[in-house]
């Protein structure tokens, strides 16, 4: 079993930045992909960034350029470093684990919320 957990959500003006860190615990295999995902109130749950063991990454076209993720496969933990939020980007954001045979786990969701 695989336990995700999640920090660094909260409240954040327009044009400010938060850094979110996921860290992973239990039988973890060193083949994996770690990601964000987000859903906002009466929105589906959509991918933000992920990243995989070997550092490819993907992101979400709406944050391409303000935010960044990236990962420490030694200490299992991904981080996405958001800058230039947006009241859009408000959202309770998940941390995702996925191995290739489709074993998915999830972290409970920390929420970021940006003022305009």
């Known amino acids: 079993q695989v336990q995700l957990v999640e920090s660094g959500g909260g409240l954040v003006q327009a044009g400010g930045s938060l850094r979110l860190s996921c860290a992973a615990s239990?039988?973890?295999?060193?083949?994996?992909?770690m990601g964000w995902y987000r859903q906002a109130p009466g929105k589906q749950r959509e991918l933000v960034a992920s990243?995989?063991?070997?550092?490819?990454?993907t992101y979400a076209d709406s944050v391409k350029g303000r935010f960044t993720i990236s990962r420490d496969n030694g200490k299992n933990t991904v981080y996405l470093q958001m800058n230039r939020l947006k009241p859009e980007d408000t959202a309770v954001y998940y941390c995702?684990?996925?191995?290739?045979?489709?074993?998915?786990?999830w972290g409970q969701g920390t929420q970021v919320t940006v003022s305009s």
């Open positions: 990243i995989t063991s070997g550092g490819s990454v």
């Open positions: 239990g039988s973890i295999f060193s083949i994996n992909v």
């Open positions: 995702n684990l996925r191995y290739s045979n489709g074993a998915n786990f």
